[in-house]
């Protein structure tokens, strides 16, 4: 049965979600508008700000809607979850008012998934009150996209591990209270059961931020949120593996099929919210006597931008369907191509909506100017295009036989000929000389 409609106790819901994140959300934006300022726990000011949002979010059962019941969440799965995540995808700050911020949502579920009650009391549980942050610190100055090639280890020393390595991009360590740390356990094991996972303490001696790289959205050097971490004689009691050994590869995946989704569908959200400045700016603006709505190159522009939105969109939900309809895995090449697509449907409707605000469109006097400057960041984090590219092919190609003879299955004359074998006694009956 296919059915498109959103039952109407979650639509009020989902109302009730637009309003308050046009009202309080998109005016934190404004008045703390740094990228880390939803990560920076120790200011007091805006948490005073986002405590009592907080607790109307939690009244409307709205909370950490990523989790299921047994962790604090409502459950609702990850089709509602993807509705209510576009409704969040408007603001940057939103998802830390819902309690579904990155990499803070994939950090709790690995640790629900992973983790030894010890663990979860006292690193999974502040997490879900959204009191801490965490950072997840895989990837490493020489390599991201490929995780065989990472060097950072760690070594067991009586009843600790010790790690020695740097990492690059790890977001938000400079507010987080703890890292999850991917090491080298073993370099002779198998490429995928070389590392282990590792929770590390942020005050641990040994834990040095080199840099807090900026990126294009970030003015000053050393204010970005990305940070190159050095990590020298860290130990770490024996209980801090996250997981058995060598299952670091494991564990990270299982933390970036979820997070991948969760930028698409918050990625929607954000492209709904430029195509709404692009419909207003056509209506808005006259040029050679008619206004810009009028012109065919503008509808031609708004026209595709509402098309690959669409798409985009159905994409996303279809493959939160599959999660939560599905075996485990079968949503796999539904979430690559989410993730390839979101990073072109954002580029090109921003493309567009730039350029039709003209210079405007090029200044910071709107928020295109930022979003702009982040976009490459989509097609990046959590694996480059490319490598989701190749697990789409795989996917598309599973189960794919090569062709029996030397032509084609579909070669035209080979199957002319099975043809007229097959219908030949109707044929010869009705008089038909082949
Ligand atoms: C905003 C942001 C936040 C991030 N947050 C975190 C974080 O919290 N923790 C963390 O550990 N990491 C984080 N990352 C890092 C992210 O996971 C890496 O950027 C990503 O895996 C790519 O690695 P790389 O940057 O080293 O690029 P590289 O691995 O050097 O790849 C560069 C380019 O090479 C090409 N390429 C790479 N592999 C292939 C291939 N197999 N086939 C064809 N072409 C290929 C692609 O064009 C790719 O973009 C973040 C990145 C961004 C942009």
Known sequence: ????????????????????????????????????????????????????????VKEQRLWAC??????????YGQLKLGLLNEVLGRSHWAPTVFGTAAPDTGNAEILAMFGTQEQKDRYLQPLLDGDIVSAFSMTEPHAGA????????????????????????????RYASFLIVMAVT???AGPHQRMSMFIVPAETPGVEIVRNVATF?????????????????????????????????????????????????????????????????????????????????????????WIELQQLRLLVLHTAWTIDTQPHGAARTGIAMCKVQMAKVLHDI???????????????????AGWWSSAPHIGLVDGP??????????????????????????????????????????????????
């Open 1 to 56: 049965m296919w059915d498109f409609s959103t039952d109407p106790e979650f639509q009020a819901k989902l109302d009730w979600a637009d309003t308050f994140v046009r009202e309080e959300c998109e005016t934190l934006d404004l008045v703390f508008p740094d990228g880390g300022a939803p990560y920076d726990v120790r200011n007091k000011v805006s948490r005073a700000v986002i405590a009592p949002l907080r607790e109307k």
């Open 66 to 75: 990523h989790l299921g019941p047994d962790l604090g969440g409502p459950g």
């Open 146 to 173: 490929d995780p065989k090639e990472f060097t950072c280890r760690a070594r067991q020393d009586g009843d600790s591990w010790v790690i020695d390595g740097e990492k690059w991009f790890t977001s938000n360590a």
């Open 186 to 188: 073993d370099d002779e």
């Open 217 to 305: 959205v970030e003015s000053r050097e050393d204010e970005g949120t990305h940070a190159y971490v050095r990590y020298t004689g860290v130990r770490v009691p024996a209980d801090h593996m996250l997981g058995g050994p060598g299952e670091g590869f494991k564990v990270a995946q299982a933390r970036l099929g979820g997070g991948r989704i969760h930028h698409a569908m918050r990625t929607v959200g954000k492209c709904h919210r430029i195509f709404d400045m692009m419909t207003e700016r056509a209506v808005s603006r006259t040029t050679q006597g008619s206004t810009l709505a009028q012109k065919q190159s503008v509808q031609t522009m708004l026209a595709e931008s």
């Open 350 to 368: 921003l493309q567009r909506a730039v350029h039709l605000h003209g210079s405007l469109g090029t200044t910071r006097e709107t928020p295109l």
């Open 385 to 434: 295009t490319e490598v989701h590219r190749t697990t789409i092919a795989k996917g598309v190609l599973r189960g794919q036989q090569p062709a029996a003879g030397l032509f084609p299955s579909e070669h035209v004359p080979t199957r002319l000929a099975a043809a007229r074998e097959h219908h030949a006694a109707a044929l010869a009956a009705a008089g038909v000389d082949l």
